[in-house]
């Protein structure tokens, strides 16, 4: 069965700091994969997605970045990070080649002060 | 782009009611349209799907309608049980992304 992990589970960041968080996919092979952030009481905001290695596509233009260096991993970063960046981190893996359910992994708390 | 919106953003329904969500999107194009279930702290969970082919799907005590023509589909849960409790998220798009409605919040109350 496929599995999603992501780490750290919560984070506390000094603005201005870098950041990197890491996902990885267990279980399946050329899945797509997102980044979602949400915000307290708020929906979900597709930030990245990306369908092959080093291939990213940005949705929303801001302070992060992604790359996908292996099939099954995708990282988030930030050179510098902002006090609007707080939230919580989801990544997603979706089937290639169809229009089927994100699996969510259990996401990053992240806290910038 | 797509549009999703999602009512009511809150819910409150007894043990054993019935509870439905409502969202309306705007792409005519989409034709996937999944609903996922948050608990607190975690991830959201798909919990069921319907394509834009299919006017309704049944699993267990959650189905889904789909009205193409209006635009809108419908989570409806029956027999509310406490564990039922969570924010319920639904999504309209299509290959490769969707769109997400902001989110209700649903409360069993036993």
């Known amino acids: 069965s496929q599995t999603i992990h992501q780490w750290p589970a919560t984070l506390v960041q000094p603005v201005g700091s870098p950041l990197s968080l890491e996902c990885t996919v267990e279980g399946t092979s050329n899945p797509n994969l997102y980044w979602y952030r949400q915000a307290a009481g708020r929906g979900l905001q597709l930030l990245f997605y990306s369908v092959g290695i080093g291939q990213i596509s940005s949705e929303v233009p801001q302070n992060l970045s992604a790359s996908r260096p292996q099939d099954r991993q995708f990282i988030l970063s930030s050179k510098k990070l902002l006090l609007s960046d707080s939230g919580f981190y989801l990544c997603?893996?979706?089937?290639?080649?169809?229009?089927?359910?994100?699996?969510f992994g259990p996401g990053t708390r992240l806290t910038v002060l | 782009g797509e549009n999703v919106e999602q009512h009511p953003s809150t819910l409150s329904v007894q043990e054993g009611d019935s509870a439905v969500i409502k969202c309306t999107y705007s792409?005519?194009?989409?034709?996937?349209f999944p609903w996922y279930k948050q608990e607190l702290g975690k991830g959201p969970q798909l919990i069921i799907d319907?394509?834009?082919?299919?006017g309704e799907k049944k699993d267990q005590r959650i189905a889904v309608t789909l009205n193409k023509t209006a635009k809108h589909f419908s989570l409806h849960i029956t027999e509310t049980q406490p564990e039922d409790s969570a924010v319920y998220f639904c999504a309209a798009g299509g290959y490769q992304k969707v769109t997400f409605g902001t989110g209700t919040k649903l409360q069993v109350i036993p």
């Open positions: 319907i394509r834009s082919n299919v």
């Open positions: 792409d005519s194009a989409s034709n996937y």
């Open positions: 997603a893996w979706g089937l290639a080649g169809g229009a089927i359910g994100r699996f």
